[in-house]
């Protein structure tokens, strides 16, 4: 069966016009994204947001705008279903509280875990559209660099 797998993403871009980024290992495989994920039966796309910051960042969030929509077919890297995302800037409500790496999959413990996951900051002007994993988040490192140009 096919269906519609509607995705809510955070875009988090701190003082030095930068993005937070999520290296995750699951399902066997590496992938660098935004934070975020699928929205659960039931849930608007703010409270999924707002869910998901909480599960991946112990983080709560404000959405202070839209920023994008998938305009576009991208079928899902992990099932049959086809992929909607839409993607919110965001503002924390308290200081961040992260561990923050400077390097790709720079996971903690000793690896074996299911789902593995870290976080750094990318600098705006210097994140490529190849840096990330997935066709719409690609898209949307091309919208934030039109945004957030070079100081």
């Given at each position: 069966?096919?269906?519609?797998?509607?995705?809510?993403?955070?875009?988090?871009?701190?003082?030095?016009?930068?993005?937070?980024?999520?290296?995750?290992?699951?399902?066997?495989?590496?992938?660098?994204?935004?934070?975020?994920?699928?929205?659960?039966?039931?849930?608007?796309?703010?409270?999924?947001?707002?869910?998901?910051?909480?599960?991946?960042?112990?983080?709560?969030?404000?959405?202070?705008?839209?920023?994008?929509?998938?305009?576009?077919?991208?079928?899902?890297?992990?099932?049959?279903?086809?992929?909607?995302?839409?993607?919110?800037?965001?503002?924390?409500?308290?200081?961040?509280?992260?561990?923050?790496?400077?390097?790709?999959?720079?996971?903690?413990?000793?690896?074996?875990?299911?789902?593995?996951?870290?976080?750094?900051?990318?600098?705006?002007?210097?994140?490529?559209?190849?840096?990330?994993?997935f066709p719409t988040d690609q898209r949307v490192v091309e919208l934030l660099r039109k945004q957030y140009p070079a100081k």
């Amino acid at each position: 069966m096919t269906y519609i797998n509607v995705r809510v993403y955070g875009l988090l871009i701190n003082e030095d016009n930068q993005v937070l980024l999520s290296d995750e290992r699951e399902y066997g495989m590496e992938f660098i994204k935004f934070p975020g994920g699928g929205l659960e039966y039931g849930e608007g796309l703010i409270d999924g947001l707002k869910r998901e910051f909480m599960e991946e960042c112990a983080m709560e969030i404000e959405v202070t705008s839209h920023f994008y929509t998938t305009d576009f077919f991208i079928k899902s890297a992990f099932n049959d279903s086809q992929i909607m995302s839409v993607y919110y800037l965001v503002k924390n409500f308290a200081p961040i509280n992260l561990t923050i790496k400077t390097r790709a999959f720079d996971f903690d413990g000793d690896g074996k875990a299911d789902i593995l996951q870290s976080f750094r900051w990318a600098d705006i002007d210097q994140l490529k559209p190849e840096d990330v994993t997935f066709p719409t988040d690609q898209r949307v490192v091309e919208l934030l660099r039109k945004q957030y140009p070079a100081k």
